[in-house]
């Protein structure tokens, strides 16, 4: 028997609170973001962490805003992390006190990170994983962090090196640099339902703790550990020797701020998280019945999490198929209302922090009404020869 086809939970929110009055005078596909969905994102998240603005650590790769970056850090969030030169430079101009560089940097892109670092007074690290990566930090004001590699095989020294990252942090204040801490990336662990996940989690924080032991015992501190983006997040809250660390624990979901269908599907329900983030497209062709495409294709919505790359907010009988440059084909499931030409459709996408990248533009959406337009500040990179 084939299964049916997938139809995003998120679908199903209402359109109530999404509705733009006088999208008529709206160029699609927009970026739509909801303040009043951000603030609320922002302070579900500080409540998990008992309010402590210290202990979050976001990855500004989601936010790209300089407009949501202030909007944390208007609320008492001044730690930030990112992978860009670009990302860097917006945090640092949007308050930031410190940020983390959570990307390895080598050759121009680490002289341009020690140009920055050189001229904001905010706290600027970067992260290494081999002696031969601390040269280019020497004489610098840029702090360093021991990437850990928790499994996930992308960066970072393997934790069973225990030996090895003791001696990498010698070697780093032998450099006359600042050790900070160590980064643990976890983002692996979506693959598993909350409660494997917190198990999963929780075994390797089990190992970061002795590690930590380790370099403690060589004498060593350990200033601040980082762990979990958005999938790991709830694990890392529910950690118990995090609490009461002779370290500062922080964690850095940074999707959390607007949401998507992949992070609603691995946090809670009951925590209360919302979209603050939808790609506002038009219906433009109906070419077979049952049938209709509409102006959000992968140039528009990111297709790196496959198909559907979104959801149709308040329509779960409108199911997304595979899109091209910049059509979007959606089937309908049934006859309840097939949209018609020239209608707006709100869509959910399935990974929203390369969705926003697309976008020069956001407006901003308040009861109904477009109240402003602001610069997705961060997206993209710099140019290649920034320095000549």
């Known amino acids: ?40 994102n922002i302070a579900i998240t500080l409540g998990l962490l008992g309010g402590d603005t210290a202990r979050w650590r976001p990855h500004v790769k989601t936010a790209k805003l300089a407009w949501t970056m202030r909007r944390m850090v208007e609320r008492g969030v001044v730690n930030f992390k990112c992978a860009t030169t670009r990302e860097l430079a917006t945090v640092c101009g949007a308050g930031a006190e410190d940020v983390l560089l959570g990307y390895p940097a080598v050759g121009a892109n680490a002289r341009r990170v020690r140009e920055l670092a050189g001229g904001v007074s905010a706290r600027i690290s970067a992260l290494v994983e081999h002696t031969v990566q601390i040269e280019a930090w020497k004489g610098s004001n840029v702090g360093l962090f021991i990437d850990i590699n928790p499994g996930m095989d992308r960066t970072g020294i393997q934790q069973g090196r225990v030996d090895d990252i003791v001696k990498l942090v010698g070697a780093i204040e032998d450099a006359g640099l600042v050790f900070r801490g160590l980064h ?32 403690e015992r060589s004498g060593f501190t350990v200033e601040e550990v980082g ?5 790991a997040f709830p694990c890392a809250v529910s950690y118990r020797p995090f609490r009461d660390a002779s370290f500062i624990h922080r964690a850095s979901p940074g999707t959390v ?20 983030a939808l790609v506002v497209s038009t219906v433009v062709s109906l070419p077979s019945p049952h049938r209709l495409t509409c102006d959000a294709g992968h140039k528009t919505v990111s297709a790196d999490s496959g198909v559907p790359t979104c959801a149709v907010l308040g329509r779960p009988d409108l199911l ?3 899109p091209s440059e910049e059509h979007l084909p959606i089937e309908a499931l049934d006859d309840l209302w097939i949209p018609a030409m020239g209608d707006a459709l709100y869509l959910v996408p399935m990974h929203v922090c390369p969705t926003v990248n697309n976008f020069d533009d956001a407006i901003l959406v308040e009861e109904g009404r477009i109240t402003g337009m602001e610069r997705v500040t961060a997206r993209g990179r710099e140019s290649p020869l920034v320095n000549g």
């Open 227 to 231: 762990t979990s983006g958005t999938p």
């Open 1 to 40: 028997m084939t299964a049916p086809p997938r139809v995003s939970p998120i679908s199903e929110l209402s359109e109530s609170g999404y509705r733009i009055d006088g999208i008529e005078r709206v160029l699609t596909p927009a970026l739509a973001i909801y303040p009043e969905h951000v603030d609320a």
């Open 257 to 276: 701020i607007y949401n998507d269908c992949s992070s609603l599907a691995l946090l809670s329900q009951e925590l209360g998280y919302r979209p603050a």
């Open 320 to 322: 997304p198929g595979k």
């Open 184 to 215: 643990y990336y976890d983002g692996h662990l979506s693959n598993y339902d909350l409660a494997a996940r917190e198990k999963v989690a929780h075994r390797g924080y089990d190992r970061l703790m002795d590690i930590i032991s380790a370099v």
